[in-house]
């Protein structure tokens, strides 16, 4: 058997969120459409220790121990196989540790990837998509990657056609929000009859991906959560008027956020409005990133 496989793991950007009813589940149904953009963790599994270890961006801010996502997808693969064998899991991040990315999710992903491949279980696609919606909600996305529309709680995934490359920056707050608190805070604003209900029609968004039209996509997309963010952290606003100023053509929550993802006309515009973020000392930090890109692609095999 080989002694570890890696991978490449890419985070996501909601181009489109739509967010309807709380289940019975505490969940929300919604309708989504993820792109998986450039900024990657780089995941690598071993067999003979069982271990989380981290590097790269942030380490701090990652569990290193047995309730890391990407821990507990290895040791779910190893229940599938029903062998007796532990797994060490290593994690080399790119992706900021910062909420809206899903780089907890990308990770969970990757391990799941890499351990099906190393302890040769051979898992289909339709195995492995069914185990990472048990992971997390945005597991399945960020193994499949690419343009996606997700409904259900986002883990029901069709693939979109999209044309072309579309130019990002995120920006990176310096203090965290809570998934759960935002969708509560939506719900109890939409009580409040103070937020309309869900948007549904993505069709614009659809159009203008499979265009390859950034103007077109900036006209379009749409984050029902990004009010409720908004009310929670109001100086996310600031953030937002410095990269209109700087030339982002749309500032959109990322995600449940704090993230901000800017969307630019190119590489350069993008590096122009990273820079006013991070010179403004505005956010934590700023990365510039490109999509579509794929999900989990192999690293050494
Ligand atoms: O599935 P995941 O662990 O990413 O979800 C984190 C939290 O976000 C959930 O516990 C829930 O509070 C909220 N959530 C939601 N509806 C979704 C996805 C997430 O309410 N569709």
Known sequence: MTSAVSVRAHAKVNLFLGVGERRADGFHELSTIFQAVSLHDDVTVTAGREEVTVAGLDPERVPADPTNLAA???????????????????????????????????????????ADRLLGAGLGEAE??????????????????????????????????????????FAISAQGLSTPEVFAKLDELRDAGKLPGPRTDATAVLSAVAAGDARALAEAMHNDLEAAAFSLR???????????????????????????????????????VADELTGA???????????????????DW
């Open 281 to 299: 000392n505005l956010c934590r930090a700023a990365f510039v990133a490109e999509g579509p890109q794929p999900g989990v692609v192999g690293l």
């Open 128 to 169: 492995l998509l069914e185990m990472a919606a048990q992971l997390g909600s945005d597991v399945p996305f960020t193994l499949r990657g690419g343009t996606a529309l997700g409904t259900g709680r986002g883990e029901k995934l069709v693939p979109v056609l999209a044309r072309g490359t579309f130019h990002w920056v």
């Open 72 to 114: 507990r997808a290895a040791r779910a693969v190893v229940e599938r196989t029903g062998r007796e064998v532990d797994l060490g899991v290593h994690i080399d991040k790119g992706i900021p540790t910062a909420g809206g990315m899903a780089g907890g999710s990308a990770d969970a992903a990757g391990a799941l990837v890499a």
């Open 234 to 272: 109001p100086d996310l606003r600031r953030m937002r008027e410095a990269a209109r100023g700087a030339g982002a053509l749309r500032t959109m929550l990322s995600g449940s956020g704090p993230t901000m993802a800017f969307l630019c006309a190119s590489g350069t515009d993008a590096e122009a």
